[in-house]
């Protein structure tokens, strides 16, 4: 799924898989806000 890049087709689904084992990032989201934190793995 880390191939998503953390997209989604769907604004139904929120897609947080940005790869953070393969070079990417870690992806939170704030459930109350909706805001999004990126964090690099490295």
Request: hydrophobic share 40%; charged share 20%; aromatic share 8%.
């Amino acid at each position: 799924w880390a191939a998503l890049e953390g997209r989604t087709v769907s604004e139904q689904y929120v897609a947080l898989d940005t790869g953070c084992v393969w070079g990417g990032a870690l992806t939170m989201m704030n459930l109350d806000t909706g805001e999004k934190i990126h964090c690099d793995c490295s």
